[in-house]
């Protein structure tokens, strides 16, 4: 009768202690999803704030900024840069494969790649090879510089390289990147202009193409200075 009432005593433990592992499990997954919840509620007002107050910091109109930016009108300008970024070669060509993916230009022609966030020894040793080669990579389709619709540092009238960048704004290497073709361009005495051209990768950086959008309605109201300098500030906050 004792082993009885012994085994019915631990069958019962066992079920308690199922009981208060359920249930706090139950309680654990509510307090995950309410955390998620509350992120994703929180979340787009935060990066609508983030937008706005960089817009203000460098003097643009916030009204007008925000509703550029609500609107969509530069979704089509952003689209256009992937599209030729990828006709150009990349995520084909090997050197090329990801983000920032650059091409250098003399006289209009493709003469070499940067694939990366390349050390500014290599980046400066690849242009001076371009600019003493005359073989020109062959076959590759890159729309040509504009001062109309493209984001120039440096002076096209001067420069004898051209380094045409894609870039996401929120990719890590891009940021590393951005601080390097600064110091190339400076320190090139007018023979390197950089054009900046937008390939955020939805698939690793689901905001980085409303980023990129934003830089054009900075880019709308201030052009080249506002477009540089928030595109400077989005990388300075770039993790």
């Known amino acids: 009768m004792m082993e009885e009432n012994t085994k019915k005593e631990e069958v019962l433990t066992v079920n308690n202690n199922q009981k208060q592992i359920a249930g ?6 509510v307090l995950v999803a309410g955390a998620i919840l509350i992120k994703g509620n929180e979340s787009p007002s935060v990066k609508a704030n983030q937008a706005t107050q960089i817009a203000k910091e460098i003097g643009l109109n916030v009204r007008s900024f925000e509703a550029c930016l609500v609107s ?19 995520g084909t060509i090997k050197e090329i494969r990801g983000t920032p993916s650059s091409f250098i230009l003399k006289d209009g022609k493709v003469m070499d790649f940067i694939g990366g966030a390349q050390p500014i020894e290599t980046v400066k040793e690849k242009i001076t090879r371009a600019l003493i080669s005359t073989k020109p990579i062959e076959d590759i389709e890159i729309k040509p510089v504009t001062t109309n619709d493209d984001h120039i540092l440096g002076d096209l009238s001067t420069a004898k390289i051209v380094v045409i960048e894609y870039s996401d704004l929120d ?18 005495n007018g023979d390197v ?6 390939y955020p990768i939805p698939q690793l950086h689901p905001e980085a193409f409303k980023k990129a959008e934003a830089t054009e309605c900075a880019w709308e109201q201030g052009g080249n200075t506002a477009f540089w300098q928030y595109t400077d500030r989005l990388f300075g906050i770039t993790q």
């Open 24 to 29: 706090a499990i139950l309680i654990a997954g």
């Open 72 to 90: 969509g009108k530069f979704t089509g300008k952003v689209q256009a840069d992937i599209d030729d970024g990828t006709k150009a070669g990349i």
């Open 171 to 188: 990719c890590q290497f891009c940021k590393v990147f951005h601080s390097t073709m600064y110091l190339v361009v400076k320190e090139s």
């Open 193 to 198: 202009a950089w054009v900046y051209r937008h």
